[in-house]
């Protein structure tokens, strides 16, 4: 296990806004991530975790900055973790287009030789990451969500490794990436033009269905006025009917006036803290 | 008046957040702003307004994008208005030092040459921009509050100028600007090096002090960790005696741990809405 270097700390509300960076061997460079730590947590005591997958383009700071998770993580005593979407750095690959390379993992690992010393965000998140947080952070449990392209990430770990993590929601997520344009684009780079009759599996609605029920419910955002959403890049519906499918409970909501941006998320957040809040009370 | 051209909106909890742009016949120079305008203001309710001032190097992105004002504005009912902090762009001078030039104007009317034609700050928001927002928006009446040399500007236009505002307040504001290094600096440049003893009619506690009490009470938010403070920028011990000495009733609160950034100014920034929007129920 790699040590942790403390980049920064800044005092906000009744906690630490931290970040981090790390040396990963998964990913081949240094990672960094940003965690609210409240008051509780600095103190010594166990505190339930939220992991927030970010989306396209994305770096810790988006969510750090727009979210606004920090006054309700500080009130109920919870820690937020925010890690990258992607390896970054001038010997990692890269695409012109935004939807591919850095900031556009897709949470896989790559199998395509430009790509796979670098690109292995899924195990990098699921062992290494997760590990890591856990043996730093004196964490009771962790709840995942995400928003776009990391929406489809925490619905995707969430369904796979259920034992590793207590609920999962997700905010405007992608439901169908192999579906969708971007993911096409994405899973071709990553995986090979020719591998695409098993891109699917990838593809969170698939998990979820090969998954069945694994949580009490889960909570699934989604603004009415997204234009990703009128273009049916996300594809709610999709994950909707596999959830009654497997009899996944699934609160589902749309909201009038709402698009895919950060004054989406911070409209919202809490409700999605609150979740995953209350599923680490009834866990104790 | 020139015209308003909406650049973007977002809706936002229960209301938007937009920005706007128009041609500055005092700056000579194009001008943004955004807006949070809450339900009630988009149903053509007349709403109290808060006008916030932004620090060095600050466009209105920073405020918007962290300060988390949106959820407080979104329950009261309140418009939160922020402009920028100078003119900007290719034509406009600038200088290397990040506290002199654009993104720090200090909210003055700049009188040397290079500066005169686009530096006239001061005009710019009580006269022009103040104009402009009370006859393109039903708005009840106007608080002033900014963060550090806007925090200067707030303090310096709500006592120079009492009849347009409600109430005043102020996060970690400059109180002394002609004698710290930057304000120093930055009026060389504007008003001239021989010019020195004229600065002080600039300062905040000096109109505060011209002024008298003009206000039930303003409130002074200071982070006890800000180095700023702690290196002797910002003075709020000056501010808060001329305060006695005038009986001009301040609230004037240290908090321990909290440094300059927008991790402080979130942390405290509903204390400041609802001080604001106190002020203007009461005015009613």
Redesign the interface.
């Known amino acids: 296990m790699s040590a942790l270097t403390l980049q920064t700390k ?4 009744n906690g630490e ?1 931290r970040y981090y960076s790390h040396q990963s061997s998964v990913t081949n460079t240094e990672m960094s991530f940003s965690i609210y730590l409240p008051d509780e947590a600095l103190a010594g005591q166990t505190c339930p975790a939220l992991l927030y997958l970010s989306g396209l383009t994305c770096s810790p700071d988006n969510v750090t ?2 979210a ?1 998770f ?2 309700k993580c500080s009130e109920l005593g919870m820690i937020f973790i925010a890690p990258d979407t992607s390896p970054k750095g001038e010997s990692v690959p890269n695409d012109e287009r935004y939807f591919v390379g850095q900031g556009a993992s897709y949470y896989v690992n790559a199998t395509e030789d430009k790509w796979s010393k670098h690109f292995n965000m899924h195990s990098y998140i699921i062992d290494e990451f997760y590990e890591l947080i856990r043996s730093q952070f004196a964490i009771s449990s962790v709840g995942i969500t995400g928003h776009s392209m990391g929406g489809h990430g925490a619905l995707m770990f969430g369904f796979k490794y259920p034992s590793k993590f207590i609920s999962v929601s997700a905010i405007a997520p992608v439901c169908v990436a192999s579906e969708s344009d971007w993911g096409r684009a994405a899973f071709s780079e990553y995986f090979g033009a020719e591998s695409e009759q098993t891109w699917a599996q990838f593809d969170a609605v698939n998990i979820v269905e090969k998954a069945g029920k694994q949580y009490p419910f889960i909570l699934v955002d989604q ?1 009415a ?1 997204d234009d990703f959403y009128v273009d049916g890049y996300l594809r709610p519906e999709a994950l909707q009917k596999v959830c009654q499918q497997v009899e996944q409970p699934l609160t589902l909501r749309y ?1 009038a ?3 895919h ?4 998320i ?2 919202i957040i809490n409700d999605h803290i609150e979740h995953h809040y209350n599923a680490a009370l009834t866990a104790i």
Not at 10 to 13: I, K, S, T
Not at 261 to 264: L, N, P, Q, T, V
Request: aromatic residues 22%; positive net charge.
């Open positions: 800044n005092r906000c509300f806004q900055h727009k606004h920090q006054q603004g006025a909201h006036g709402f698009d941006s950060y004054y989406f911070q409209s």
